[in-house]
C-alpha cells in the first residue's frame, strides 16, 4: 500500500514538467523533444534575466517569461489529464490481485478457472491489454482457435497493442498451426478444468 501511494506521488511530480510524463512513463519520444525545450527556454531566460551582463530589453524579457509560464501552464494541465484518464483506466489494486490469481491458475493449468477470472476483469475493464492477450493465449492452448483469433484482433484494436505487439504476433503464428474451421472446436464451450 505504501508503495502505491510513493507512486501516484511520483506520476503527480512528474507532471510538474512539461514533457516528463510522456517520457518518464510512456517512453515517448515527443516527451523528450518537449522536455529538452522547455529546459533550454528556462536556461536561457535564467541567463539573460540575472547572468549576462547586457540582458536583453525588458519587454523581450517580459515576453519570454509570459511565454515560458504560459507554456508551463499548458503543458502541466495536459499531462494532469491526461494522468486523470490514466489511472481513470489503469488497474486497481483488487484488479491486480485478480489478474494474478488468473496468471496463476493459468500456470496451473487450471483452465476453466483461468477462464473465469479473466471473462471477470474484461468484463470490468474491457481495455485491460493483459488480461486479453492471457485469454487468447488460454483458448489457444485450449483448442478454441476462433476465439482466441477474435481476442487478439480485439487486441489489436486497443491502445494497449504496442506493449504486446512480438507476443500477438506469436500467437498469430501459433494459430497458424492450428486447425481453424467451424468443426475443429465448438468455440462456444468453456475450457474443461483441469
Known amino acids: 500500500m505504501h508503495v502505491q501511494v510513493r507512486k501516484r506521488l511520483v506520476e503527480r511530480l ?7 510524463p510522456g517520457l518518464w512513463w510512456d517512453a515517448n519520444w515527443v516527451g523528450l523533444v518537449v522536455a529538452f525545450a522547455f529546459a533550454g527556454l528556462l536556461n536561457f531566460l535564467l541567463l539573460a534575466s540575472f547572468i549576462w551582463s547586457r540582458p536583453l530589453a525588458s519587454p523581450y524579457l517580459f ?4 511565454f515560458a509560464g ?5 503543458a502541466t494541465g495536459e499531462a494532469i489529464r491526461s ?14 490481485a485478480l489478474f494474478l490469481q488468473a496468471q496463476r491458475e493459468y500456470l496451473r493449468c487450471h483452465w476453466f478457472k483461468a477462464e473465469q477470472l479473466l471473462l471477470a ?9 493483459d488480461a486479453r492477450l492471457m485469454l487468447a493465449t488460454l483458448y489457444r492452448r485450449t483448442n478454441r482457435p476462433n476465439l482466441a483469433g477474435r481476442e487478439l484482433d480485439l487486441l489489436r484494436r486497443s491502445n494497449g497493442y504496442d506493449k504486446w505487439q512480438t507476443e500477438i504476433e506469436q500467437e498469430d503464428l501459433l494459430l ?10 465448438d468455440d462456444s464451450q468453456p475450457a474443461n478444468a483441469a
Not at 476483469?121 to 491489454?129: T, V
Request: hydrophobic content about 40%.
Open 70 to 74: 504560459l507554456f508551463w501552464a499548458v
Open 176 to 185: 497458424d498451426e492450428l486447425p481453424r474451421d467451424e468443426e475443429s472446436a
Open 83 to 96: 494522468h486523470r484518464g490514466r489511472s481513470a483506466g489503469s488497474k486497481g489494486l483488487a484488479d491486480e
Open 121 to 129: 476483469m474484461l468484463d470490468s475493464h474491457p481495455a485491460d491489454a
Open 14 to 20: 512528474t507532471c510538474l514538467w512539461p514533457g516528463l
Open 63 to 66: 515576453l519570454g517569461w509570459g
